[in-house]
């Protein structure tokens, strides 16, 4: 059985390290922030100007004037700070974020990333998504691992506008975690119930293990 979206954030959550600052994308991501004990020391960076960010309010707590870089509402630990958006990217570029974990639209073999735009579809802008995943220690993508229609994610080659070559390390979605390496996709865990025979059968490229 496939996992839940709250059961991938909970997968997601297990590769935050004690103490690392962590860049949470918009979407699914930021369900990550309910799934990290306070005592785990972890510093969450938003790239609008925030660090430190808590889990989300609970309905009728909200504080307006506290918001991600998706625009929700969230919380501040004890110690939290704002700041402008030159520092934050300053501390993105620099190499002072060790870990970013976003959405994802196409993952290819060789670690490239699409995740801001469909060819022909609406799209905002790409954001801080070429920042963080070029800038940051480790990206892990944490995405569904087909599209509604049914067409993989993992592909050999990305032929949506992409984001960053070569920068993703670990794919995680709701059939299981793959890792990107010199060889192509390996399949290294997969949610209960699902078979290897299914994950190889939605996605785009070959997967070892």
């Known amino acids: 059985m496939a ?3 709250e059961e991938m954030a909970q997968r997601a959550a297990r590769e935050i390290e004690p103490g690392s600052i962590v860049n949470l994308g918009i979407g699914l991501p930021t369900l990550i922030a309910d799934y990290l004990p306070e005592s785990l020391g972890v510093w969450l960076h938003s790239e609008n100007g925030l660090l430190g960010i808590g889990p989300f309010p ?11 870089a998706g625009k929700q509402t969230i919380t501040f630990m004890t110690g939290a700070a704002t700041f402008d958006s030159a520092m934050s990217f300053a501390m993105i570029r620099g190499g002072h ?14 670690g490239d990333l699409a995740n801001w735009a469909v060819p022909g579809g609406k799209t905002t802008g790409v954001g801080g998504a070429m920042d963080l995943s070029s800038g940051c220690r480790r990206v892990v993508i944490l995405m569904t691992h087909a599209t509604k229609e049914g067409e993989p994610k993992l592909v050999r080659q990305c032929n949506y506008p992409l984001t960053a070559r070569g920068v993703v390390s670990r794919v995680i979605t709701d059939l299981g975690v793959v890792d990107v390496t010199p060889e192509g996709f390996r ?4 949610a209960p119930g699902v078979s290897a025979d299914e994950v190889r059968r939605l996605s785009g490229a070959p997967l070892l293990g």
């Open 3 to 5: 996992w839940r979206r």
């Open 58 to 68: 609970f309905e009728g707590d909200e504080d307006p004037q506290l918001i991600n």
């Open 97 to 110: 974020v060790d870990l970013a974990i976003m959405g994802g639209m196409q993952v290819a073999e060789n």
């Open 187 to 190: 399949l290294v865990e997969r």
